[in-house]
T-cell receptor, first 112, second 117 residues
Framework: QKEVEQNSGPLSVPEGAIASLNCTYS??????FFWYRQYSGKSPELIMF????GDKEDGRFTAQLNKASQYVSLLIRDSQPSDSATYLC????????????FGTGTRLTIIP | GAGVSQTPSNKVTEKGKYVELRCDPI?????LYWYRQSLGQGPEFLIY????????DSGLPNDRFFAVRPEGSVSTLKIQRTERGDSAVYLC???????????????FGPGTRLTVL
């Protein structure tokens, strides 16, 4: 079992709709959770981080964490064509060791 | 301000050759990370430095891979006797510290695309 799992997609969403991206992780002791966006041929850039159960909102983005279910998600409201990218879920397992463990990423396409 | 820079942006080499990949972190960032990303995969951790010392090198795939950060700033990833399977994008990231804070963002460089023929 992979440590961080994501549906690789591609996921196609109409412009203006809500895109929902999901991630599960295997290490129950994981502490911090990150969503990175990666455009084709570019490096990852941080969208959101979350470390407490519940929702965290930042503009059009909402991260949701459920530690009991070992599940983290990213919602993108009012999807725009510029949101088309690969979204990477990443996890830090232990405070004091900041290495990120990434999923394979979900490719998202927003259809105008 | 300047972000993380990596050189070269592209490197093509022949099987069996030695390569060095360089990373210049953001000024003042004490933590530096190396990842590699194969096509269609997420970045895979290789090694990270806190200052000059390697805090965790558990991701280095074998002893052909080595990394240094002698002055706590620039880092070099060294690959000996390259193999075709080493072909990937090598990403470097830096963060202000490695303090255990959950919001200590890692900023990624543009990567070096390594192709081993």
């Amino acid at each position: 079992q992979k440590e961080v799992e994501q549906n690789s997609g591609p996921l196609s969403v109409p412009e203006g709709a809500i895109a929902s991206l999901n991630c599960t992780y295997s290490d129950r002791g994981s502490q911090s959770f990150f969503w990175y966006r990666q455009y084709s041929g570019k490096s990852p850039e941080l969208i959101m981080f979350i470390y407490s159960n519940g929702d965290k909102e930042d503009g059009r983005f909402t991260a949701q964490l459920n530690k009991a279910s070992q599940y983290v998600s990213l919602l993108i409201r009012d999807s725009q064509p510029s949101d088309s990218a690969t979204y990477l879920c990443a996890v830090i397992s232990n405070f004091g060791n900041e290495k990120l463990t990434f999923g394979t990423g979900t490719r998202l396409t927003i259809i105008p | 301000g300047a972000g993380v820079s990596q050189t070269p942006s592209n490197k093509v080499t022949e099987k069996g050759k030695y390569v060095e990949l360089r990373c210049d972190p953001i000024s003042g960032h004490t933590a530096l990370y190396w990842y590699r990303q194969s096509l269609g995969q997420g970045p895979e951790f290789l090694i990270y430095f806190q200052g000059t010392g390697a805090a965790d090198d558990s991701g280095l795939p074998n002893d052909r891979f080595f990394a240094v950060r002698p002055e706590g700033s620039v880092s070099t990833l060294k690959i000996q006797r390259t193999e075709r399977g080493d072909s990937a994008v090598y990403l470097c990231a830096s963060s202000l510290t490695s303090s255990g804070l959950a919001d200590n963002e890692q900023f990624f460089g543009p990567g070096t695309r390594l192709t081993v023929l």
